[in-house]
């Protein structure tokens, strides 16, 4: 069964604009993950938000975590071409990284 | 080279065939896992394995069978593959020494049944 839920399930920009995507969840998290899979590859861990943790940044990502409303969003800012990919979010439950659900992904386009 | 690797990339064979699919890791980590992917239903978890001699089942383990060789080496089996079984199959890693830390991924084997 899929805990995360992304949203929106496409979606496509101009390069240079922002892109931001949500996930939502239904039960307890200890972490939350985002991952980049580009067409034919497997997935790249991009970050990792604890369940304590409201906000985290990596060059131009940009993870917040709302664990009231059991949700998390993922921004790109100043998005680029090579940004194009499909992008997960996985819960891990356990804090122990035992497993992680994933949920169904977003396809993120960014024209040139 | 890569630190997941997965073999084969490609393969297409017949329903009712026995198929291995082969997992190598050099990250060194204890925990691999097998995952995977339709389109529109992201990853499911088949098998993982948290080190040699510890196997759990996944979200989707029937008609699966994995092996767990060495710390290096987890491979998954398919003992009558069945056209439903075609996907995209992704093995993965991570370390177990410290909490919070993510899984690596190889870049998947792509089976088709027909």
């Known amino acids: 069964s899929q805990q995360g839920e992304e949203d929106p399930q496409a979606l496509s920009i101009q390069e240079g604009e922002n892109a931001t995507m949500n996930c939502s969840y239904k039960t307890s998290i200890n972490n939350l993950q985002w991952y980049r899979q580009n067409s034919g590859r497997g997935l790249v861990h991009l970050i990792l938000i604890r369940s304590n943790e409201r906000e985290k940044h990596s060059g131009r990502l940009r993870v917040t975590l709302d664990t009231s409303k059991k949700s998390s969003s993922l921004l790109i800012t100043a998005s680029r071409a090579a940004d194009t990919a499909s992008y997960f979010c996985?819960?891990?439950?356990?804090?122990?990284?035992?497993?992680?659900?994933f949920g169904k992904g977003i396809t993120l386009s960014v024209r040139p | 080279d890569a630190d997941v690797t997965q073999t084969p990339r490609n393969r297409i064979t017949k329903t009712g065939k026995r198929i291995m699919l082969e997992c190598s890791q050099t990250k060194g980590h204890d925990r691999m896992y097998w995952y995977r992917q339709d389109p529109g239903l992201g990853l499911r978890l088949i098998y993982y394995?948290?080190?040699?001699?510890?196997?759990n089942k996944g979200e989707i383990s029937d008609g699966y069978s994995v092996s767990r060789q060495a710390q290096a080496k987890f491979s998954l089996s398919l003992e009558s593959a069945i056209p439903n079984q075609t996907a995209l199959y992704f093995c993965a890693t991570s370390d177990s020494s410290y909490s919070n830390q993510p899984q690596h991924f190889g870049d998947g084997t792509r089976l088709s049944i027909l």
């Open positions: 996985a819960t891990d439950a356990s804090g122990a990284n035992s497993k992680l659900t």
């Open positions: 394995s948290f080190d040699v001699k510890d196997i």
